[in-house]
Structures are given as C-alpha cells and as structure tokens.
C-alpha cells in the first residue's frame, strides 16, 4: 500500500494569512494526488484533483502543487469558511489511500 | 446535481452482516466508478472499495475477505455488505462517485454512522 504522511497534523491560524499543507507519498504516484476539505459532522468535499486542478466551485485562493511524492496545499487568504480539517489522497493505485489529515483551526 | 443518500441501519450486533445501500439520483450510475468510504469516530478516512457501473469490483485488502460491493443499474443504487462486524467497525460509512479516469472522489453522501454494539 502507498502511504500518505501529512505534515502540520494541525496548525492555528487568522484570517488572511496563507496556509501551507504538505502532503508526502511512500512511492512516486505521478499525478494522482487529491486534496479534500472536511467540515466536523459533513462529508468531505473534493477541493483539488490532479495535484493542482480546481474542482469547479472552489475558490481561487484555494491551490495545489508538488510533484512525484511531495505536494502542498495553499490557501493563500484563509477566510472564515476555510477552518476546517484537509486530507490528501492518493488514487495511483488501489487501495486508494488517504492521509491522516491537518486540522486547520482559528488562532 | 448528482446526489447520493446513504441508507441502512445504525446498529449492528457483534459478528452480524452490516449492510448499506446508496441511491444515486440527478443522474446514471452508469459509466462511473462507486466507492464506499468509512470514518471511525474522531478518526480518519479509509477507502472500502468501488464498483464500476459494470459490476467490476477492487475491494481494499484490509477488508477484502468480509466485503461485498453489488451494484443495480436498474435501480440506480449500489450496495455494502461487511460480514462479522466487531467494535472496530463502528464509524460514518459514506458512498461517493469516482472519476473514471483520475479516480478522484466528486460526489459524497451525507454519510450514515453504524455502531456495531450488543
């Protein structure tokens, strides 16, 4: 199995600053990299697939990037409605895994 | 809109069958993938395996020898069965729809908490 690491596990933050995620994979898994956002008591929701593409309807402030096993999640002005909890995924090869998640709440 | 309703019991004795089914409506469970995903409380989350649409199955190795993931296109529905459930099976199981090409998860549903107790 591919195992996915993700580093803060959390992080407090204000508004507007710029959040940093990283996300590492145990092998090479091209561009089969997906960020979600989950809110507490919701269902996760599909922010960036294929390392950097914008699922529709997600803000631009919202940004992926990396390359074979290390990627990073970027909200570039954290607002209100970005604290919340971020798993990476790895759908390279099954099973498809995700990271433990980074928690992201209000300094 | 695609929409995905998970349904089924919230509790379930020790060494029972779990079993969920999710209705897809707003459009065809044809020509996508069908996952179940699970989250123990507090925990995070764990891929339980998908179905295409076909019925062609891959099932997490952690689980394979207790699941079943089924599918009927008729009434736009694909189901979970886990057998000999124990405490460690207790969490939110949710349905989601894959891309058949990048595999990446774009619907959810709410999600439904099973407990499995006595």
């Known amino acids: 199995d591919i195992q996915m690491t993700q580093s803060p596990s959390s992080l407090s933050a204000s508004v507007g600053d710029r959040v940093t995620i990283t996300c590492r994979a145990s092998q090479s898994i091209g561009s089969s990299l997906n960020w979600y956002q989950q809110k507490p008591g919701k269902a996760p929701n599909l922010l960036i697939y294929g390392i950097s593409r914008l699922q529709s309807g997600v803000p631009s402030r919202v940004s992926g990037s990396g390359s074979g096993t290390d990627f990073t999640l970027t909200i570039s002005s954290l607002q209100p409605e970005d604290f919340a909890t971020y798993y990476c995924?790895?759908?390279?090869?099954?099973?498809?895994?995700f990271g433990p998640g980074t928690k992201v709440d209000i300094k | 809109q695609v929409q995905l309703q998970e349904s089924g019991p919230g509790l379930v004795k020790p060494s029972e069958t779990l079993s969920l089914t999710c209705t897809v409506s707003?459009?065809?469970?044809?020509?996508?993938?069908w996952s179940w995903i699970r989250q123990p409380p507090g925990k995070g989350l764990e891929w339980i395996g998908y179905?295409?649409?076909?019925?062609?199955?891959n099932y997490n190795p952690s689980l394979k020898s207790r699941v079943t993931i089924s599918v009927d296109t008729s009434k736009n529905q694909f189901s979970l069965k886990l057998t000999s459930v124990t405490a460690a099976d207790t969490a939110v199981y949710y349905c989601?729809?894959?891309?058949?090409?990048?595999?990446?998860?774009?619907?959810w549903g709410q999600g439904t908490l099973v407990t499995v107790s006595s």
């Open positions: 989601g729809r894959q891309d058949d090409i990048l595999m990446f998860l774009d619907y």
């Open positions: 707003g459009g065809s469970i044809s020509d996508y993938y």
């Open positions: 995924q790895q759908t390279f090869s099954t099973p498809f895994t």
């Open positions: 179905i295409y649409y076909s019925g062609t199955t």
